[in-house]
């Protein structure tokens, strides 16, 4: 999905304005950094649905550098079904189990713990499969800029069970996956890449 241009130009300016925010100590450079993210902000309320001042809070939270936020995500399977789970806290809808890595967490312990916490399954990560800028694949435009980290995880234990994020768990075959997909969190060519990935094991990482 392509994204607005309005979107691409908002994230620079915020990324200039983030910047100049966290290494200058000038007052007057300081109020062009603000009025730099403020501009940013009103461009994306005027391009979205979102109030201009739950914008601006938004890119106010964001500290230090403007860089990107990692999404970790479990490819599992079990025989030749890969698990899914439907997501309770957006849109109700399936991917594959994963969420935010936390600092002083290294990318696979994040994904083993978020694989148990949605789905109830302890695995270990086995391989690293795909980092994705999420922008360059078929997912809809966000104003936070996303890398995707995709780890193939092999179950040791635990059994389906949903948490506060899920409410339901399943194994798919690649022939009957879901169609109401989070796509804000797995396209369906990802899931198609990865099983190719269980074909064929011997495949490099996929990257970009």
């Given at each position: ?9 908002a ?14 100590e ?80 290294a ?5 083993v ?58 194994f ?16 369906r ?16 990482t996929?990257?970009?």
């Amino acid at each position: 999905m392509t994204e607005p241009n309005w979107l691409e130009w908002a994230r620079e300016l915020q990324s200039i304005a983030q910047m100049g925010l966290t290494y200058s100590e000038g007052v007057f450079d300081r109020e062009r950094y603000e009025q730099i993210r403020r501009i940013a902000a009103e461009i994306i309320a005027a391009g979205s649905d979102q109030p201009l001042q739950t914008v601006i809070d938004l890119l106010k939270n964001e500290p230090g550098p403007n860089t990107p936020k990692i999404d970790v995500r479990g490819v599992v399977f079990r025989d030749d079904a890969i698990l899914m789970v439907r997501e309770t806290l957006d849109d109700n809808r399936w991917t594959l189990p994963g969420g935010w890595a936390d600092v002083n967490e290294a990318p696979s312990e994040a994904v083993v713990r978020e694989v148990w916490e949605e789905s109830g399954f302890r695995t270990r990560a086995v391989q690293l499969l795909a980092l994705y800028d999420k922008q360059r694949h078929d997912h809809p435009p966000g104003l936070i800029y996303v890398y995707k980290v995709f780890f193939l995880c092999e179950i040791t234990g635990g059994e389906a069970q949903g948490s506060i994020e899920t409410s339901e768990v399943a194994f798919f075959r690649e022939a009957d996956l879901p169609h109401d997909l989070s796509r804000g969190r797995i396209s369906r060519g990802q899931l198609h890449r990865f099983f190719e990935y269980h074909r064929n094991p011997a495949l490099p990482t996929d990257f970009d």
